[in-house]
């Protein structure tokens, strides 16, 4: 059996799942659920200072579903938690108390004055929780008032922030990114530099949900208007997957350690995450929609995964895909792949004909005989993977490697060497340049 | 019966009326529109799509489904009326298991083909209860043409003429327009009166006269319309039912499918209707299995299908075979009936067991007979030309029927024809209507050249 626990910056926990700072982390009650349900930490929901915030009275929460009703992606315009700050305190303490193996990291948002964030630092140690995390991510509600996102995307913030946190606490600090600034990299660097044990990422992302029709106010409509939320759910996770991988890839940020969030709803999420150099992730969307029961699947699928690989502990998984992501123009331009269609498991929908034909290469055929017949054309499939991705039937259609002969599309022999863009005869930064009125004109 | 001296048990009010509620509601309801949505998701959306190959009217159906999905259904519907008007009826009674259902690439790769018909029903009901049929007519032509019978041919017929701007006199024999959508298709296919709407639907369009309780040979005749008409379209349909050629055929008892099932649909109240308690129905169509599955929704107990030949050949689908199968019809196959046994009224039929020698059917000498308070026959109509006047004989057959060539026009120039009473009619309901749209087609361009 894999050995699940984690290690995340000091804080321990039975398995690497949290719950993300949000709703279900908002009291003793649901925490105390979801640490009965199985969950190895949470992240309890951003405290500020007294008095509370007051959230909307009318909907919170905007979706997009398929059309069979399931929940792709979430919308909210929720605020940090409107109870008190000593009623959650209190309930931190006791649920530490009474829960002492798993994480307890708090969340935090305050004005941007060091004294502030010395008050509040001092009395959530008080409650003997594990760990904080800095809300620098918010993107609705409180970044108007000069908190979250709006200090996420000033870099300088980040980092003053960060400092004084580090400052004036023994507790380990997580600073929660926001997804909603051009380069992810740049708020992670200055994490960093103000000496952050690690970052968590991504906080969600701005977002109108949809407009009404009728009465032609942004979703969710409060009496008549609307306001942007933040967007999570499955529909951001490869958004996330993208930040994580830039902060894990950034030879400043490499050694940082990262808590994915953003769409985990699987144990194969998780693993992804884990994979592209996440200590642990966070769940929030996946556990509002199904309730906390979906943790056992995420322990079991993740614990028959590592046995089946032979991995023993979750930190052999870490950052295994982190080698394998590298930049477009590293890319092997040698590598050539043909779709290839499985006669035998096509259904003859012909998706991925019109596909082709109207919006790629003319390379799938659409009749051979008088009979409907897919069949791919090597001469003009450039290997792009579009019929794989309409094509309804999984593995029908395969991408397969030419090793040898000639590339019947260029005519050019199939070569085992790599070759990139940066040694191409069309880069003008290419020792190889060739201008372009000595290159032979085609065909 | 005559041997035992027993009366036919042959009597009305068999059930509760609760029970013919319930064996005579929508057989198949209105699909919900989240129902709706998750169906029409299914649907692939095929490039030159077998389904629409398999559909004697053309439906665009992969399109009508993604309108339906992106919850436009009366685009949908509009989708859908645009190659058939009666797409309603359609959605109702087509084999669709045989049709588009049949090509559809999910039921090649899985089985499970998207429930197409369904999902018309979905689009043309939601359409039908808020708006009227949404063509135009064309500037009048001031031509009017005689169609003859309002069923689905003679209804298709003239709706795409009055489209076209020609004024259309619909004329049809019975007391309502409709055809067989409002005397022959089984009750629980077409509840809450859907035919009469349907017809209402139609003539929304405008320029369609109708005269109903006017049959052709007695009240008017061929060479009256030709006289009278720029052109005529024939869609009256087969008055005649085939009989099996046996002593005692007029015994009480022994009756035509089509007209019990003409009574049952025009029956204010299905308990007055009188049902026998055996039923023996012979025949292999959907007019055998329509008549026993509503006998035995009727409260018969005991109701057999024979026919004469193996149950792939019948030419009810295999949907309408398992649902009277599980209505609790039994079938009984390779049996040609031999004798009626009579005493005044049915009593029992004795068959003769075939068997298929190389294609051949052959009896094998073997008998059986079945206990039988009613008989009916299910064997196929015909067209009865006696009844149609003595001008009619100018109209050329073939197999017994109007002889069309692919415009739907007979040997005369002005006559064209649609329906089951052509030859190569399926005897559907759709490819009823497609006959009448390609003979009106072919009409306009004739009267407008």
């Known amino acids: 059996m894999a050995d699940l626990r984690s290690n995340f910056v000091g804080i321990k926990s039975p398995n690497p799942f949290w719950l993300a700072s949000a709703p279900p982390t908002d009291k003793a009650y649901n925490v105390v659920r979801a640490f009965k349900a199985g969950w190895g930490g949470v992240v309890w929901k951003t405290l500020?200072?007294?008095p509370a915030i007051v959230n909307v009275n009318g909907p919170r929460y905007g979706?997009?579903?398929?059309?069979?009703?399931?929940?792709?992606?979430l919308n909210n315009i929720e605020l940090i938690t409107d109870r008190p700050l000593d009623v959650n305190l209190r309930e931190i303490k006791e649920v530490k108390r009474d829960w002492p193996d798993r994480a307890m990291v708090v969340s935090l948002m305050v004005p941007c004055e060091e004294s502030n964030w010395i008050n509040i630092l001092k009395r959530v140690e008080d409650t003997d929780a594990d760990g904080i995390e800095l809300n620098f991510g918010c993107p609705h509600g409180m970044s108007e008032r000069g908190m979250g996102a709006a200090v996420g995307q000033v870099p300088e913030y980040v980092e003053m922030v960060t400092r004084w946190c580090k400052q004036h606490t023994n507790m380990p600090v997580i600073v929660k990114l926001t997804p909603n600034i051009s380069d992810i990299r740049t708020p992670a660097r200055a994490a960093n530099a103000g000496g952050a044990d690690a970052v968590s990422l991504i906080n969600t992302i701005t977002s109108i949900m949809s407009v009404n029709l009728d009465t032609f106010a942004p979703e969710p409509t409060i009496d008549g208007k609307g306001t942007h939320g933040g967007y999570c759910g499955p529909a951001v996770k490869p958004i996330a997957l993208n930040m994580v991988s830039k902060i894990a890839t950034d030879p400043e940020t490499a050694k940082l350690p990262i808590s994915g969030i953003g769409g985990v709803t699987t144990w194969r999420d998780a693993v992804e995450y884990l994979a592209l150099g996440c200590g642990n992730v966070q769940v929030c969307t996946a556990a509002m929609t199904y309730g906390f029961k979906i943790v056992e699947d995420m322990i079991d699928g993740l614990s028959d995964y590592m046995d089946e690989k032979g991995f023993t502990d979750v930190e052999e998984i870490v950052g295994k895909a982190v080698p394998n992501v590298t930049d477009w123009q590293y890319l092997n331009l040698n590598h050539i792949t043909k779709a290839v269609i499985d006669q035998d498991s096509c259904i003859k929908c012909g998706r991925c004909h019109i596909a082709c034909e109207d919006t790629s290469h003319q390379a799938i055929t659409s009749m051979l005989d008088g009979e409907r017949h897919y069949e791919v054309i090597d001469e003009e499939c450039v290997g792009c993977n579009l019929c794989v991705v309409v094509c309804p039937v999984e593995n029908c259609i395969t991408m397969e490697e030419m090793t040898e002969g000639v590339d019947p599309r260029t005519s050019t022999p199939i070569s085992d060497e790599y070759a990139n863009w940066t040694t191409h005869v069309n880069n003008p930064s290419s020792p190889n340049f060739i201008p372009a009125k000595a290159i032979e004109p085609a065909e | 019966m005559a041997e035992n001296g027993q009366e036919a048990d042959i009597k009305a009010g068999r059930l509760d009326a609760d029970d013919y509620v319930r064996n005579f509601s929508d057989a198949y309801p209105l699909l919900k529109k989240r129902e709706a949505f998750v169906e029409s998701e299914r649907c692939y959306f095929c490039y030159d799509a077998p389904c629409v190959q398999a559909c004697p009217t053309s439906i665009d159906i992969p399109q009508f489904i993604r309108?339906?999905?992106t919850d436009n259904p009366d685009g949908s519907a509009k989708t859908i009326f645009e190659q058939n008007i009666l797409g309603g009826m359609c959605a109702r009674v087509c084999p669709t298991e045989q049709l588009c259902e049949e090509l559809c690439v999910r039921e090649v790769a899985e089985?499970?083909?998207?429930?197409?018909?369904?999902?018309?029903?979905?689009?043309?009901?939601?359409?039908?209860?808020?708006?009227?049929?949404?063509?135009?007519?064309?500037?009048?032509?001031?031509?009017?043409?005689?169609?003859?019978?309002?069923?689905?041919?003679?209804?298709?017929?003239?709706?795409?003429?009055a489209s076209h701007g020609h004024d259309v006199v619909l004329f049809d024999a019975k007391e309502k327009p409709g055809g067989l959508n409002e005397y022959g298709i089984a009750a629980y296919k077409t509840t809450e009166d859907f035919a009469q709407a349907e017809v209402d639907f139609v003539l929304g369009i405008g320029g369609i006269t109708i005269e109903t309780g006017k049959a052709l040979g007695r009240d008017v005749t061929l060479s009256q319309l030709r006289n009278d008409y720029d052109a005529v379209f024939l869609g009256?349909?087969?008055?005649?039912v085939n009989a099996l050629g046996l002593a005692g055929e007029d015994a009480d008892g022994v009756m035509d499918a089509v007209s019990y099932i003409e009574d049952l649909r025009q029956a204010d109240e299905l308990g007055a209707l009188p049902v026998?308690?055996?039923?023996?129905?012979?025949?292999?169509?959907?007019?055998?299995?329509?008549?026993?599955?509503?006998?035995?929704?009727?409260?018969?107990?005991?109701?057999?299908?024979v026919y004469r030949r193996g149950q792939d050949r019948m030419n009810a689908s295999d949907k309408e075979q398992k649902f009277a199968q599980t209505t609790g019809v039994t079938i009984r196959t390779y049996a040609a009936p031999k004798e009626l046994v009579a005493n005044g009224s049915v009593r029992a039929i004795t068959f003769e067991s075939m068997q298929d020698d190389n294609g051949k059917l052959v009896g094998t000498g073997e008998t059986f007979t079945l206990e039988a308070d009613m008989v009916f026959k299910a064997i196929g109509q015909t067209l009865h030309c006696a009844d149609l006047g003595a001008d009619f004989s100018d109209v050329e057959l073939e197999h017994g029927r109007i002889r069309v060539d692919e415009n739907r026009k007979t040997n005369l120039p002005d006559v064209w024809a649609g329906g089951d009473c052509i030859s190569d009619g399926d005897d559907l309901t759709v490819v009823a209507v497609e006959d009448g749209k390609i003979a009106a087609e072919n009409i306009n361009s004739i009267l407008k050249a």
Request: aromatic share 4%.
């Open chain 2, 236 to 240: 009256a349909g087969l008055g005649g």
């Open chain 1, 63 to 73: 979706a997009t579903w398929s059309n069979d009703r399931r929940l792709i992606g």
């Open chain 2, 67 to 69: 309108q339906i999905a």
């Open chain 2, 276 to 305: 026998g308690r055996k039923i023996v129905v012979i025949g292999g169509g959907m007019t055998a299995t329509d008549i026993a599955n509503q006998t035995k929704r009727l409260g018969a107990q005991d109701v057999t299908i």
């Open chain 1, 48 to 50: 500020g200072e007294d």
């Open chain 2, 111 to 161: 089985g499970k083909p998207v429930k197409i018909g369904q999902l018309q029903r979905y689009a043309t009901d939601h359409y039908m209860a808020h708006k009227p049929q949404p063509f135009e007519r064309s500037a009048p032509t001031g031509k009017t043409i005689a169609v003859v019978g309002a069923g689905p041919a003679g209804l298709s017929c003239a709706h795409r003429l």
